[in-house]
């Protein structure tokens, strides 16, 4: 199992699919992250946040790619699509996972549209939830029991987003992960949308299928 996962900001990835990234990682996925903006707008500035993203990537195990687009500028325009369909390319994943597109966020919006885009044909694409999501009614559920914790020492990397933030709560976070469970019948989840999820039922077993190459 490859699983890549697409944010507009360093620790968007984290905030939205953090948990599930870990449970993927400790039942042996190889990951990845694509962080399309250098995150300039947030306190910090673009060096502390690179250093930042690379400590939680590091902690995750995943290879981190970049987009290389200044925050706040994101586009559903040729550029952004392209850049991700090569890191689709070159990673190949058999999941990816982005923004939800219904959100406030110009970034977030526009990171969701154009990988929607790029991914085209790919057969599994799930969108996740974050601070600044409109309408979120998820269909999915990641059972993330025991990841929570693992989830927020990921955030803890990205301190200069933490520390007196309104929009990162960890206590918040962890309350979230614990309705979602709710709502999955779980002990603790992660909420997904999909744009796309191919089921393929093998014999006692349901089965994430290889993306078909464009």
Do not use: N, W
């Amino acid at each position: 199992m490859r699983i890549l996962a697409i944010g507009a900001h360093p620790d968007d990835i984290e905030l939205g699919c953090g948990a599930t990234l870990l449970k993927g990682r400790d039942d042996g996925a190889q990951l990845a992250l694509l962080v399309l903006t250098d995150g300039r707008l947030g306190p910090g500035g673009p060096e502390l946040r690179d250093r930042e993203q690379q400590a939680a990537a590091g902690q995750l195990g995943a290879r981190l790619y970049r987009g290389g687009f200044r925050d706040g500028e994101l586009a559903h325009d040729a550029p952004l699509t392209r850049r991700i369909e090569d890191v689709l390319a070159d990673f190949r994943p058999d999941l990816v996972l982005t923004h939800a597109p219904d959100d406030s966020h110009q970034d977030h919006r526009a990171a969701a549209r154009a990988t929607v885009a790029a991914a085209r044909t790919h057969p599994h694409l799930l969108h996740y939830e974050g601070p600044t999501t409109l309408e979120f009614q998820p269909t999915v559920y990641s059972d993330v029991t025991g990841h929570v914790p693992g989830k927020l020492a990921l955030l803890r990397h990205h301190l200069s987003q933490v520390v007196g933030s309104r929009r990162v709560d960890l206590d918040a976070l962890a309350a979230q992960a614990r309705f979602r469970g709710f709502q999955g019948r779980l002990e603790a989840a992660e909420a997904f949308t999909a744009t796309r999820s191919l089921l393929s039922l093998g014999v006692g077993a349901v089965t994430v299928p290889r993306p078909v190459t464009a």
